[in-house]
Each structure stands twice: as C-alpha cells, then as structure tokens.
C-alpha cells in the first residue's frame, strides 16, 4: 500500500514541484526579475499575435495620444502614440521580439566563434596560442560603442549587420574564459588517456574540453545578455542600427528625443523597457553565475 | 622592476601600431569618400584627380605606408568635411572638453563609489546598503543615452535648475558627468562593497581589532587600503567605459568632445577625421592601461616579481 504518487511520480508533477522549489529558495527581488524576464520571453516569442495594432503602421487622427493614465489618454492605448499614430504598447512588443532575437544571434555566434578561438589556443598552446590571444587583446582594447560604430558605419544599418557588427565586438569575452578554463583542465588524466588512446584534437574538444568548459561559458553568455540588448539599443539609438521602421527600443528612444518636452512618453515608455528588462536579466545572470561558478562573480563589470 | 616597465610599454606600443593597421583597414571599408564628396554631378575626371589627390590610387599597402609615416610626424592629413583644416588639429581641439569631462566624472565616481561601498559594507542590509545595491544594480542596466534624455528633462526641462546643453561654466557639466559616471559609480560601489566585506572578515583586520586601534583607524586605513586594488585593477577599464561611454554621451548633450566628432567623423565618412580621432581615442585607452599596469606594479609589492 505505497502511496501511488510516491512510488511513481508523475514526471510533470516533478518538474511543477522542482520550478516550485526553485521559487521557494529565491528572494523577492529575484523573483520579480525571473517574471519580468519570463514575460520578456512570451512576449518576444508570441508577440505578432499579441500586438492590439500593426507596430508599423498608424493612424494620422490618433497621432501623440498621452498614456491612459494622462489626462487626455485612454485605454485604446494604454502607452499613447507615436507622432505617426502609430501604438507604444504595440510597438514595445515588437521590439521585444527584435531584442532577443539579437541576443540568441549574437550569443550564440559570438560564443561560437569565441569558444573555437579559446579552445583552440588553450589546447594547442605555444605559437597558436601566440597569435590568437594577441588577436583576442586587440579585440578586447579596441572602445566597443567605437567600434561597433565604425562598422554599423561601413555595413550600413540592417538586421543582419548589427547582429555581425556586435558579434564581432563580443566574441572575445568568450575566447579569453575558453582558454584560461581548457589551460586548467588539457593536462587532467583523462585528456591524456584519450589522447593516447588516439582520439583526434578536435574529437578531445568536442567529447571532454568542451562539456567540462561550458558551465562558465554559460555564465559569460548569461552576464551578456544585458550588455547585448542595450548595445543594441545604443547603437539603434545612434542610428546605425535596427534601421526604421522596426521598432527597436533605441530606435523609438532616438524618436522621442525631440518631444521630450511635449510629450515624454515617446522616450519614457521604450526606455523603461529597456531599463526593466536589462535589470531583470542581470539579477537573474548574477544569481545563476553565482550558483554555477562562484569564482566569478564580480567579474561583471 | 624596470624589466617590466620596459616589457609592458613595448606591449603598449606593438598595441598601438596593430591598432592604426585595423583602424586603417577599417576607415578604408566605410565607403568611397569620392563619390560622397563630389555628388552625383561629378566627371570622372573630376573623380580620378580627387583620387589621385588623396591618394586613394595607390595599393594598399603604400597607402598605409604613407598613413604611418605621415602620423608619427603629426600629419593626419585634413579634413574632407570641414573646410580641410588639418585633422589632428581638430581633434586636438576637442580633447581638452571631453578629458575635462571624464575627469569630473571620475573623480566624482571614484569618491562617491568608495564612501558608498564602505558604508554599505559596515551597516550591513541597512538603508545604505540597500541603497548602494540599488544604485549597483540601476547603473549597471541603465542604457547612458535614456539616462541622459531623462536627466535632461527632469533637470532642465521641468525644474530649470541646469542647462539642457553647451559647454563652459560648471552647470554644464553636472548632467553629462552625471549621465557618463553612473555606470563606473555603481562598478566601484560593486567593488568595494564585496572587497570591504572580504576584508572586514579576514585575520588583519581581526588583529588590527585585538591590538586596540579605534574602528575608524581599522575601516578607512586598513580595511579599505586592501579593498582598493581591485578598484585600481579597474581603472583602466572605467577609463575606458567613460571614453567609450563619452560618444554616446557627448552626442545626447552636444558636448564639444571627440566622442561627438568621432560620431560625426563616421557619419559623414570623413576618413581623416575618423582615422585620428579612433587613434586617439584608442591611444588614450591603450595609455590608461598601460599607467594602470603601472600603477598596480607600484602599489602592490607582490606584482613586482611576477614578469
């Protein structure tokens, strides 16, 4: 007479208990930024069927309608309107969806190239090592914004190019964790025995460098998440990004920039997006690298 | 000791001269000055002389040749864009604006930072230091281009108390200071706070106690020289963040900097311009890390025997 759920737990009931558990041990801050960044997902991901207006288009007879709570305002448009009508809420939900899809590009193509440098250098060492590290310095002393501005500047502002353009800003963050974590571990007993028993460079990487480097590459790519999206809005806001009409957070902050006075809204709204949206992804990045590697923190700078 | 001033300025200036190859490479793939310069209603025989006259004929390699033995004798050719005058002159120009700039931003931060992380590491979970990770957490999320257009219509636009823009009396620096310095403010708050709780915790600081000195001597001289050098070790990359951060800033607040220029050099593809002004700035960069390198080699004795 064991207790039918004890003896086999239904596994859906495990995970619900596990996210339960999970909930429990985090404190309030934290779990108010593990909502937002939940609803930053959902929103991003469903957002096209989400949006109450097109994003894109406006309409000229509701042109800078104040938020709902304005005099003036109403519930048609919680946020109010842009100077072509067209709706902030609807908009902030799609560009949403532009930020992280940026981050996925980015991360993924930064960690990529950044991890196949780090490893590499690591592993093979001496003259290798040399050249790509000196590779890696130069890329890590060269001014960021400057950079990514000389060639948002010279690709011209599309999707594509300012996913290339921050990719190739960041991927040396990575390249530097991959080298110093496969330094620690090329020499460990079990890479040589595989090593001995004949196993190709690149099969020792991908079979045991790779999986025992990851945890702090994850860490990397959580702390990145944030510097990510406001580089995005950033170089966006500086005009050499997500090129118009898109909606991206910057490119709606650069919008608003000479209504400030007028109407505050069109400046306010995207930027606390970005702003909530970023601090959530940091309490977040900060309390998971503390879990996984304690011996970053504060490495976040 | 003087090894490794000598390895690590010649570190420095290898940086430097890689750096002006990439900066080179880079200014040549932002577009065709000529077609931009001469409009559409240009021959091209008005074309091939412009391009003769640059010099944008020659290969590649003489091209940068000719770049570098002309800047080390200070000559970075004139501008294409603003009335030829020479480049370097007009960068030269803006730099005092942008160093003063960074200067009141980080002398502010660096003081600010330090009382804010002590006070948050000795009165721990109170107000302070809730406060302080509050303002940790903000600085380091805020983007600097919303904070500035936010600062700027609060501070100027609805209670007039500050400029919205220009340059000259100490009103104006208050909101792009402010604006450039709250990311490093809430770095160094980060910083000392966690060293100063490390500290507080560790054996000298205990027999600092044990030998009866008083909590002030104990906090602010012993604790907190120990906490400084990973401040220290950062500073190069505070400069940075205010040189890097100072393009985004200087643009919001019309500051007449090289940040702006740099913005508006790249804009308009005025290749001299861009060339000196990203050499400069990435001088300045590979500069403050190099005197930090330094620095760190003169503050803490245990560096001086590692190579």
């Known amino acids: 007479m064991v207790d039918a759920t004890t003896a086999s737990p239904w596994r859906g009931s495990r995970i619900l208990s596990g996210a339960g558990n999970l909930w429990r041990s985090l404190d309030w801050p934290l779990r108010i930024a593990s909502a937002l960044l939940i609803l930053f997902v959902i929103v991003a991901v469903f957002g096209p069927w989400l949006t109450p207006y097109d994003p894109l288009t406006g309409s000229l007879r509701a042109r800078l309608v104040p938020p709902a709570w304005q005099e003036g305002g109403s519930w048609a448009h919680p946020f109010g309107t842009d100077r072509l009508g067209r709706d902030i809420l609807s908009r902030i939900i799609a560009g949403a969806r532009i930020s992280l899809t940026v981050c996925v590009m980015v991360i993924a193509i930064a960690g990529a190239i950044g991890t196949a440098v780090g490893t590499a250098a690591g592993y093979f060492g001496g003259w290798t090592d040399r050249v790509l590290m000196r590779l890696v310095d130069l890329a890590l002393s060269f001014p960021v914004i400057l950079l990514a501005l000389l060639l948002g500047a010279i690709s011209g502002p599309s999707f594509a190019n300012i996913i290339i353009v921050i990719s190739l800003v960041l991927w040396s963050q990575y390249a530097r964790m991959a080298r110093g974590e496969t330094l620690k571990i090329r020499n460990e007993d079990y890479v040589d025995l595989a090593r001995t028993s004949g196993l190709s460079d690149v099969k020792i990487i991908w079979r045991h460098i790779l999986p025992n480097i990851a945890p702090a590459l994850i860490v990397i790519a959580t702390l990145q998440i944030g510097v990510v999206i406001v580089l995005e809005a950033s170089l966006s806001f500086l005009g050499v990004g997500v090129p118009p009409p898109a909606p991206s957070w910057g490119s709606m902050v650069a919008d608003g920039r000479s209504y400030i006075a007028s109407a505050w809204w069109l400046c306010i709204v995207p930027g606390s997006a970005i702003l909530l949206t970023v601090m959530a992804v940091n309490l977040v990045g900060d309390a998971l690298a503390d879990r996984i590697n304690p011996a970053l923190r504060g490495r976040n700078i | ?307």
């Open chain 2, 1 to 307: 000791m003087l090894k490794i001033i000598v390895t690590r300025v010649g570190e420095a200036l290898v940086a430097l001269l890689l750096m002006s190859l990439v900066i080179f490479l880079l200014s040549r793939l932002t577009g065709d000055p000529v077609a931009l310069l001469l409009g559409d209603g240009a021959t091209e025989a008005d074309k091939a002389k412009l391009t003769q006259d640059l010099g944008l004929d020659q290969p590649l390699p003489i091209q940068y040749l000719t770049f570098l033995g002309d800047a080390l004798t200070g000559d970075f050719g004139t501008s294409v864009t603003a009335g030829s005058q020479p480049a370097l002159q007009l960068v030269l120009a803006r730099l005092p604006a942008s160093l003063s700039l960074a200067a009141v931003a980080l002398v502010f931060t660096v003081t600010i930072g330090i009382l804010f992380g002590v006070l948050a590491a000795i009165r721990r979970n109170s107000a302070v230091d809730i406060a302080a990770r509050l303002i940790a957490l903000v600085g380091q999320s805020v983007p600097s281009f919303w904070l500035g257009i936010v600062l700027m219509y609060i501070f100027a636009v609805q209670l007039g108390w500050l400029p919205t823009s220009g340059y000259g009396q100490w009103q104006h620096y208050v909101l792009p200071a402010a604006t450039l310095g709250l990311f490093t403010l809430a770095a160094i708050t980060r910083l000392v706070r966690s060293s100063m709780l490390e500290a507080l915790g560790s054996e000298y600081i205990k027999l600092a106690r044990i030998k009866g000195l008083s909590e002030a001597v104990v906090i602010w001289k012993h604790a907190l020289a120990n906490s400084l050098i990973p401040v220290i070790t950062f500073m190069g990359t505070f400069f940075a963040v205010m040189i890097t951060g100072a393009v985004i800033v200087e643009t919001v607040f019309s500051w007449p900097g090289i940040g702006r220029l740099a913005y508006e050099s790249i804009l308009s593809r005025d290749f001299p311009v861009v060339q000196t002004v990203v050499l400069v700035i990435t001088s300045l960069f590979i500069l403050a890390n190099l005197a930090v390198d330094l620095l760190y080699v003169l503050v803490d004795p245990r560096m001086r025997s590692r190579g």
